[in-house]
T-cell receptor, first 113, second 111 residues
């Protein structure tokens, strides 16, 4: 597609349920990033993919969070047993080659009730 | 590790005032530096960038100069408009392609 696409755009879930967030990067972009933005806060790094591998998972807040990327394209971020503190906007970005900018999706707003 | 520190907001200015948002960084090697902007209800978009020392990035009247000696990348604009009201994020990308963001600075411009 023309830009980074994230789905769903909004998700309301009950505490304890699992959720899957999807990111479709710009075609051909090899690098993919997930960030979390809590209300009024900055961007918290979660995980970075180069192709299908994740050189840096250091930002994942707990073992309830996991992410995968298949075929060097689509990525899913899974949150198991959601908690209220997981409520935030989850942002995905992708980047092409060296010295190119990262393009962000519109984000998924997750609300855990 | 890498880190980006930017001035806390909100910054409130009158239209046509001069804007400075400070940004300093800590990084190994020679990172690329960026300013991203998030307008109300929209996603982040790149505003400007600089990839090496003494480079000046500019766009839409905004400027920032990569100062290696002071590890800074301050954002400036000579005359702000109401439409510039947004949250501004300073960021760096290191050789390992990690993107690290500052905490964001909210700018509010009043007519």
């Amino acid at each position: 597609g023309a830009g980074v696409s994230q789905s769903p755009s909004n998700k309301v879930t009950e505490k304890g349920k699992d959720v899957e967030l999807r990111c479709d990067p710009i075609s051909g972009h090899t690098a993919l990033y997930w960030y979390r933005q809590s209300l009024g806060q900055g961007l918290e790094f979660l995980i970075y993919f180069q192709g299908n591998s994740a050189p840096d998972k250091s930002g994942l807040p707990s073992d309830r969070f996991s992410a995968e990327r298949t075929g060097g394209s689509v990525s899913t971020l899974t949150i198991q047993r959601t908690q209220q503190e997981d409520s935030a906007v989850y942002l995905c970005a992708s980047r092409g080659g060296a010295n190119t900018e990262a393009f962000f999706g519109q984000g998924t707003r997750l609300t855990v009730v | 590790g890498n880190s980006v520190t930017q001035m806390e907001g909100p910054v409130t200015l009158s239209e046509e005032a001069f804007l400075t948002i400070n940004c300093t960084y800590t990084a190994t090697g020679y990172p690329s530096l960026f300013w991203y902007v998030q307008y109300p209800g929209e996603g982040l978009q790149l505003l400007l960038k600089a990839t090496k020392a003494d480079d000046k990035g500019s766009n839409k009247g905004f400027e920032a100069t990569y100062r290696k000696e002071t590890t800074s990348f301050h954002l400036e604009k000579g005359s702000v408009q109401v439409s510039d009201s947004a949250v501004y994020f300073c960021a760096l990308r290191n050789a390992g392609n990690m993107l690290t963001f500052g905490g964001g600075t909210r700018l509010m411009v009043k007519p």
